[in-house]
């Protein structure tokens, strides 16, 4: 299946910071996504970005697809941001990948 | 609201015991999906079904069955030949549609064995 890598597995940051967070894949995808896993388990979307470049706040992404990564970019990072950030991709219209995550720690 | 429910939350089991997981949707999506997460880890695909009375395998299918008799309903059986169950859970859906397929997920299932 497809390989896919994420980095870096662990990220502490100050409130306020920015941060990039990236996510490599091995095969070409016609499927991508960005969650958010919160302290519950939830799993809370994000993007769908199997290309090109979307912004949601002070969360952005991009996804070049033909050199097989994605970006998640977090501005003026808060507490509510800690957590674990998947990516997931998908070579189907039915099977998705996942990342072993970042953990984001933004201390106050 | 439409969304994705699951239950129970936190689920207990003997050794030797099969168990059900309910998974219901009400956002009329094809798709739906099983995940198995351990701590610290990422999702593993376990079952996934594109339509009514049908479904493959996933990546760690061994000791899970399921069935999707309803498009709402998408049920895990977990069994006594899964080897280490004690797990978090997670099931998904999604409309299928030509350009592509956006999850979306439930709360999740915790399933200790005791």
Not at chain 1, 53 to 74: C, D, W
Not at chain 1, 78 to 86: I, L, N, P
Not at chain 2, 74 to 82: E, R
């Amino acid at each position: 299946g497809i390989q896919v890598e994420q980095s870096p597995p662990d990220l502490i940051l100050q409130e306020g910071a920015n941060s990039t967070l990236r996510c490599n894949f091995s095969d070409s995808v016609n499927n991508l996504q960005w969650f958010h896993q919160n302290p519950w388990g939830q799993l809370i979307n994000l993007f769908y970005i199997p290309s090109g470049t979307k912004q949601n706040g002070r969360l952005s992404a991009t996804t070049v697809a033909t050199e097989r990564y994605s970006l998640l970019y977090i501005s003026s990072s808060q507490t509510t941001d800690s957590g674990v950030y998947f990516c997931a991709v998908g070579v189907s219209f039915n099977k998705f990948y996942f990342g072993s995550g970042t953990k984001l720690n933004v201390k106050p | 609201d439409g969304g994705i429910t699951q239950s129970p939350k936190y689920l207990f089991r003997k050794e030797g015991q099969n168990v059900t997981l309910s998974c219901e949707q009400n956002l009329n999506h094809d798709a739906m999906y099983w995940y198995r997460q351990d701590p610290g880890q990422g999702l593993r695909l376990i079952y996934y079904s594109q339509i009514v009375n049908d479904f493959q395998k996933g990546d760690i299918a061994e000791g899970y069955s399921v069935s999707r008799e309803k498009k709402e309903s998408f049920p895990l059986t977990v069994t006594s030949a899964q080897k280490n169950p004690t797990a978090f859970y997670l099931c998904a859906s999604s409309p299928r549609t030509s350009v592509g397929n956006e999850q979306f997920f439930g709360p999740g299932t915790r399933l200790t064995v005791l």
